[in-house]
């Protein structure tokens, strides 16, 4: 069991881990599948290492060790869903898997130390580096996953960056070039340098490695912290005999080493090594991103710096650390918040000409995270949204590449300049370079869902192959204080530019010492001529560049109008699902009717009242009412009839009779009788249909429930039919396995009776309990004389 120490991103040591399980593989198993291709390029998948950070103290106190990750082997991981999590909710839903599984090409444990993880993965893109070839490693994860103590790791524990320099060092020995006229230029050129040049150089150099010197000086006094270059020389103490090339060729010329250091925050570059950043009240200058002609993107204005030694490189890493934008978050103190981008080019010069150039970045990407999380806000939650933007054009990069390689008939669109970072590494990512990934996690609980998300890019990340054309035949281009190609004895520098001559104006070998006794007139002539192929070479571009911009164009109508169909073919299977859902919506709605009418019906019986007889009754309570109303007209008309009796001189009148009295309140009583006759009559309809229309409405609430109760029968048969089509398709498969095992028990019987006719050891006849008793109890009976003898000689003996 081993207890190993691991720093975070902020550098603070993080909580001792006992480890039961080690993982030593030899650099051999790891890498990655290789082959040669005609004319010396290669072709290899993109290697991608894990790495996995110990928890701390607080995370082990905050319960976050739940058994997210496990290591199967040195090559695979599996990631287990925790309770609470996004997948874990998704997968009991149905919705994906709680279990992942990924393959890397090595996997490195919380043992793992720097030393190894160097001597595993850096090693042999190191070689190449020396060897004249371009090389890429960016760190990827979330954030305070560790991948700045990847990339640069801690003065007692170096990083990849300082072994890398320290390695360089260590190669060139004594065949450093010592002169500073000869530096990078463009993306592969190199720039011859005056003598004011070389001094503006020396002078800018000075003046960052005095500004570390004075800021660190009182820091050492006090005796708290040791020269960086004597850290990191203590501390690299491994092996590197393997990094030494053909010794024939060891020998040979000399070596620059100039160095840069950028970020990209908020999507613009910025120059970690320019000394008037020290002071934080002028306003940082952003650097443009140029394209040489060539297809190779560069920084414009970035300073390069040369360096000769380990010291220089320590204290030119700390100058631009302490430049670089960093800010604290709920789960980083210290979270970077810009893409750092660490960048060397080893010039070989063979006297005053530059042989090859070769490139080595180190690049380590700013950690992908969620807001809700980490509580950022305001300018941190801009840098977040900048962050996040920029890793998902990285993965779509990686993700058209991959696509692009499986299916090489459909063309895909790359979107490398959407990006900053990704435009830099274009021609890394197309061939010009290997490139690795060093793939950071944590074992946190709380950050299971991105960790998974780093996962799966890692995993589309393995599957891209990279073919890098042999550099050896390359040359770079050497140009002067103005930018353009030195002439030296009438040969242009670069064979690189003689593309933009015909081959009529190439001059002989032995016509090139002569070039520089052509007249004037002669020397215009030439340079008209070049004009000329300038002017012609720049048209059939934009000629290109149009056919190009039509091609896609026109690929682009191809897809809209692609989708446009696909949309009207969505339109018209919505419509057709929606008149199909029309009419078993009207189907179940007639059946409906038809059941609560047969239910109404039999619920009803002698209750029921036709139609018909309903309104002859209506028509005779409207009959009644009429002749009520007519008795009541003419009860009154009686009544006034007899108050109208002539009162005038009633002396002289004679009064009436008796009889006309006596008819006429008969006939009163008989009006009266008949009226109250009438109206109890209408009172007898009127409850009468007062009770019918409370049947009504009895009727139609019976109705509602039965047809609420007919949805629910419905819904319950129909999970009733699919059950049972479940339980037979269960019993058909028990019945089949039976089948299966009667066939199997048949075949068995088959072989035990062949075995048994071919066996020459006879059965043994099956006897019964009884028999075996029998046997039992007279067997010592047939031995009773030895019983006897022994008997007898006991009894002698007394």
Same mark, same amino acid.
């Given at each position: ?83 609470? !999590? ?37 090693? !042999? ?69 005056? =003598? ?75 120059? *970690? ?28 204005? *970035? ?8 010291? $220089? ?172 190609? *030195? ?31 052509? =007249? ?96 002859? $009754? ?11 109303? $007519? ?9 006034? $009839?007899?108050?109208?009796? =002539? ?7 004679? =009064? ?143």
């Amino acid at each position: 069991m081993s207890t190993v120490k691991l720093r975070g991103e902020d550098g603070i040591n993080m909580q001792p881990v006992d480890m039961d399980m080690t993982c030593n593989v030899s650099p051999a198993t790891t890498s990655s599948q290789q082959t040669e291709l005609p004319g010396g390029a290669e072709q290899q998948t993109m290697r991608v290492y894990l790495r996995i950070r110990p928890f701390s103290k607080e995370e082990l106190s905050d319960k976050e060790d739940q058994g997210c990750v496990v290591i199967e082997n040195n090559q695979t991981v599996t990631l287990k869903a925790p309770k609470g !999590s996004a997948t874990m909710k998704s997968s009991e839903k149905g919705i994906g898997t709680s279990l992942h599984k990924f393959s890397f090409s090595q996997i490195f444990g919380q043992e793992m130390t720097q030393s190894e993880l160097y001597e595993d993965t850096v090693k !042999s893109q190191m070689s190449d580096f020396l060897d004249g070839k371009n090389a890429l490693i960016f760190s990827y994860g979330v954030t305070n996953a560790g991948k700045t103590y990847t990339i640069q790791g801690t003065p007692k524990e170096p990083g990849i960056l300082p072994r890398v320099l320290d390695a360089t060092f260590h190669y060139i020995g004594g065949r450093l070039y010592e002169g500073m006229d000869l530096k990078p230029y463009l993306r592969n050129d190199a720039q011859y340098l005056d =003598p004011d040049q070389v001094k503006q150089e020396k002078s800018a150099k000075a003046s960052i490695l005095a500004s570390v010197k004075d800021e660190c000086d009182p820091i050492r006094a006090s005796g708290r912290l040791s020269s960086p270059a004597t850290c990191f020389s203590s501390s690299l103490s491994y092996n590197q005999t393997v990094l030494a090339s053909d010794p024939t060729e060891a020998g040979s010329g000399q070596f620059a080493l100039w160095v840069a250091f950028f970020e990209i925050y908020n999507e613009c570059v910025y120059d *970690l090594l320019q000394p008037s950043f020290c002071s934080k009240s002028k306003k940082r200058a952003a650097l443009r991103v140029c394209d040489d002609g060539a297809g190779n993107a560069y920084v414009k204005d *970035l300073r390069w710096i040369n360096i000769h030694t380990l010291g $220089e490189a320590s204290k030119l890493l700390q100058f631009g650390n302490k430049n670089r934008s960093a800010a604290a978050t709920k789960m980083n103190q210290s979270s970077s918040r810009s893409h750092s981008i660490f960048t060397m080019k080893l010039l070989k010069i063979d006297g005053s000409t530059v042989e090859r150039i070769s490139e080595f970045s180190l690049c380590d990407l700013a950690g992908s995270e969620r807001c809700n999380k980490t509580k950022t806000f305001g300018e941190r939650l801009k840098e977040a949204g900048n962050i996040n933007n920029s890793l998902l054009i990285l993965g779509k990069c990686i993700s058209a590449l991959h696509n692009h390689q499986t299916d090489r008939m459909k063309s895909s669109y790359i979107p490398f300049r959407e990006s900053k970072l990704t435009k830099l590494f274009q021609a890394v990512f197309c061939g010009k370079g290997k490139a690795s990934m060093i793939v950071n996690i944590n074992q946190c609980a709380s950050t299971y869902d991105e960790t998974l998300h780093v996962m799966k890019f890692s995993a589309v990340a393995k599957q891209v192959v990279q073919v890098i054309p042999d550099k050896s035949l390359e040359s770079p281009c050497l140009v002067g204080r103005d930018g353009k190609p *030195l002439v030296r004895n009438g040969v242009i520098d670069s064979p690189g530019l003689e593309s933009y001559l015909s081959e009529e104006e190439l001059l002989d070998e032995e016509d090139e010492a002569d070039m520089s006794l052509l =007249p004037e007139d002669d020397l215009v002539n030439i340079i008209e001529s070049l004009r000329t192929k300038l002017l012609a070479e720049r048209r059939r571009n934009l000629v290109q560049e149009m056919e190009i911009r039509k091609e896609m164009g026109d690929a682009m109508l191809q897809q809209l109008m692609e989708s446009e169909d696909l949309r009207m073919q969505i339109a018209e299977q919505k419509e057709s699902y929606q008149e199909k859902l029309e009419n078993t919506f009207e189907m179940y709605k007639d059946a409906i009717k038809e059941h609560a009418y047969q239910c109404a019906m039999n619920n009803l019986e002698d209750d029921y009242i036709p139609l018909d007889e309903f309104i002859a $009754e209506q028509e005779k309570v409207a009959a009644l009412k009429h002749k009520v109303s $007519e008795l009541d007209t003419l009860t009154s008309g009686v009544g006034r $009839e007899l108050c109208a009796v =002539p009162t005038v001189d009633q002396t002289s009148q004679t =009064p009436p009779s008796k009889a006309t009295e006596a008819a006429g309140e008969d006939r009163c009583k008989w009006l009266y009788k008949e009226k109250c006759a009438i109206e109890k009559m209408s009172e007898d309809k009127q409850q009468l249909i007062l009770s019918l229309e409370k049947r009504l409405i009895e009727l139609s609430e019976t109705l509602q429930t039965i047809r609420d109760g007919f949805l629910e029968k419905s819904a319950d048969l129909e999970a009733l039919h699919r059950k049972w089509d479940d339980q037979t398709k269960s019993m058909d498969d028990i019945l089949r396995q039976n089948v299966e095992k009667d066939q199997e028990i048949a075949s068995l019987k088959a072989e035990l009776a062949k075995h048994s006719q071919k066996s020459p050891v006879q059965p043994k006849t099956k006897r019964g309990l009884l028999a075996n008793i029998r046997e039992a109890v007279t067997s010592p009976r047939n031995s009773s004389p030895g019983r006897k003898l022994r008997k007898t000689v006991k009894t002698a003996h007394n």
